[in-house]
């Protein structure tokens, strides 16, 4: 009878099994994409799914592996930071959306993550951008200090794309040198017109860079004609950003989150001026995402592409998954390593 039991058992429990498997076939593992799945416990009030395929644990909340949180809050949190709140208030917005209050540095660490991969996805491409270029510079505080960098860039004036930035603690003809040459090397081309204000660094940094390839004429703010008053407006909407920042923390930090900020500004946000364009779409460049959520959806890390379902050979083990069943495991032989003993006497050394 006991024997009788234990199959009885054992056959009720494949059967919830074999249920459960039946039940989440519309799911896929995250790590290989198989459908072979059970229900694993869970954590809190998210279920937890064990692949019979890898062996690995996953949530059933549109995560993407080695991450917590789905992308679309993910997503929604760089959108909002980008558009002006402050890391406090990212986590206001996703508690009243999503009933999920990440910490500040959560989205801190969301943020240099997938600016960087956007930064690298728009360096790939080249705009082509006209002929007259814009530059200026505006001040800024880093770190909270009294004594403020300055934030120089540079716009197509025919398209509104943000060719080069450049901060620095100064205003001298290098520094707009630097700034000229980036832009250049970003645009792939010379200008014929450059147009600035009266800092008198932009006239030998004009003309170191492109010679007499470009004419540089300098002008007012609200002059007719070709001026600065777009590029002012847009310091108006950086100025904007850098307050509800509260400062940055140390130059490389700003210039991270600024160049995360001049990708939102190119190729996510719309502009009226370019009748509901995006600088990039007007300059010919098309990016394989169009907002902060694709650029967390098509996540790459170094193993290769992580889409949901995607498959893959090889991923690294996350650390908030439960180890895989004991068949996939491999045990490492415990090896003892001998020493040899020596003996010492005092005055005479070690005897051999």
Request: proline letters at 4%; one cysteine or more; glycine letters at 6%.
């Amino acid at each position: 009878m006991a024997d009788k039991d234990s199959i009885r058992k054992e056959l009720r429990s494949w059967m919830r099994k074999f249920m459960d498997m039946a039940k989440n076939s519309d799911l896929v593992c995250q790590w290989c994409g198989s459908h072979r799945l059970v229900k694993y416990g869970r954590s809190k009030t998210k279920q937890i799914y064990l692949c019979r395929s890898c062996g690995r644990t996953f949530t059933d909340n549109a995560a993407m592996p080695l991450m917590r949180t789905p992308s679309i809050e993910i997503g929604a949190a760089l959108s909002a930071y980008y558009r002006g709140l402050s890391l406090k208030q990212v986590g206001q917005h996703l508690e009243q959306q999503y009933s999920h209050t990440p910490s500040k540095s959560t989205v801190y660490r969301w943020l240099v993550r997938y600016t960087k991969k956007a930064l690298d996805e728009a360096q790939k491409h080249t705009p082509k951008v006209g002929d007259v270029w814009v530059a200026d510079e505006t001040a800024i505080k880093i770190g909270g200090k009294k004594r403020g960098y300055w934030f120089w860039d540079i716009i197509d004036s025919k398209t509104r794309f943000l060719l080069a930035s450049h901060i620095s603690a100064t205003r001298t003809t290098k520094d707009a040198q630097i700034l000229m040459e980036e832009a250049a090397r970003r645009a792939g081309k010379s200008p014929l017109l450059v147009f600035t204000d009266h800092l008198a660094a932009y006239l030998d940094g004009v003309e170191l860079t492109f010679g007499a390839d470009a004419r540089h004429i300098q002008t007012k703010p609200f002059k007719l004609g070709i001026n600065t008053n777009f590029i002012e407006r847009f310091h108006g909407s950086l100025k904007d950003r850098t307050k509800v920042m509260r400062g940055l923390a140390n130059p490389k930090t700003a210039k991270l989150i600024l160049d995360g900020w001049l990708v939102h500004y190119n190729f996510f946000r719309p502009h009226e001026s370019l009748k509901g364009m995006t600088p990039a779409q007007k300059a010919g460049i098309q990016l394989p995402f169009t907002d902060w959520l694709d650029v967390v959806r098509k996540d790459v890390t170094s193993e290769g592409t992580t889409e949901v379902g995607a498959s893959l050979e090889v991923a690294p083990m996350p650390h908030r998954c439960r180890s895989p069943s004991t068949a996939t495991r491999i045990k490492k032989p415990k090896t003892k390593v001998r020493t040899r003993r020596r003996s010492v006497t005092p005055g005479i050394g070690v005897l051999k």
